[in-house]
């Protein structure tokens, strides 16, 4: 009689709808899903110059810093300059939608940020921003 | 009678082992979603196959970041970079054509020049960033 009734509370339990359950972790795993963007940093973090005018950047997808020894970082490896635009492109084939930012030390040297610039722009990015702290 | 028994069978399956699948990656997502957040100024570069054809180019005001962290205004005066506002501003308001030129040094400070930058959108305004061109000084 005891087993019985045990039996009859288990197929209750069993009978739990799971259905919203699942309608609602379905619902979360598309928005990670689709919000996920696997962004690769460049491995350092360089003091970003104080500026009021600043503006967020959206959807970014390529990150390139600049240290105060004017070395080039992107995902994680120091490249040359030459070699900027060529990283750029295939980190952008990864992600064809996304913007690029400039991470550049305020210690390094204006010619090599504009160059760098210029080099991500070449790369067919025209939405580049240099990363700046607020004042 | 019997559709009914049909449709109770079709709500039997299990879904245990996709509920499982959808978590683990459910917790995957999650704990790799990184939000990136960035801020910056966009600077404007010069174009090369600009129509130079015009009759005439616009009035410029050429603002030069030196080597050693002033501003050199249209090579006459030298400014410090936190006080390039007034200048641009009045530049804005003499000129409302007219389009100013950050040129910088090469051994200049990128700092200097975001400072600088900073200053000269803070005196023109959102609908005049495209006015602001940044360069690099040309070779003497």
């Not at chain 2, 054509?97 to 900073?118: C, F, M, N, Q, Y």
């Amino acid at each position: 009689m005891a087993r019985r009734s045990l039996q009859a509370v288990q197929a209750e339990e069993e009978d739990v709808n799971v259905t919203p359950l699942l309608d609602i972790v379905f619902i979360m795993l598309i928005f990670f899903i689709v919000t996920s963007t696997f962004i690769k940093e460049p491995g350092i973090d360089p003091t970003r110059p104080e500026a009021q005018t600043q503006s967020p950047q959206k959807l970014i997808a390529v990150l390139v810093a600049i240290s105060d020894e004017n070395e080039i970082w992107i995902d994680g490896e120091q490249v040359e300059l030459s070699e900027v635009r060529f990283v750029v492109e295939e980190l952008r084939r990864e992600s064809p939608k996304g913007n690029a930012v400039l991470q550049a030390d305020e210690g390094a040297r204006s010619e090599l940020t504009l160059d760098v610039l210029q080099q991500i722009k070449d790369a067919g990015i025209t939405d580049v921003v240099v990363s700046t702290t607020e004042g | 009678m019997r559709r009914r028994t049909r449709g109770e069978d079709a709500a039997d399956v299990n879904v245990t082992p996709l509920l499982d699948i959808v978590f683990i990656m459910l917790i995957f997502f999650i704990v790799t979603a990184t939000f990136v957040t960035e801020e910056g100024l966009s600077p404007n570069l010069p174009t090369p196959n600009e129509d130079e054809n015009d009759d005439r180019p616009p009035p410029s005001l050429l603002l030069t970041v030196q080597t050693d962290g002033f501003v050199l205004v249209d090579d006459v005066r030298i400014i410090d970079p936190a006080s390039t506002e007034p200048v641009v501003e009045e530049f804005m308001a003499k000129e409302p054509k007219g389009v100013v030129i950050i040129s910088a040094a090469p051994d200049s400070e990128t700092g200097v020049l975001v400072t600088t930058l900073d200053e000269a959108r803070q005196a023109a305004g959102p609908d005049r960033y495209a006015r602001i061109i940044v360069s690099k000084q040309a070779a003497q």
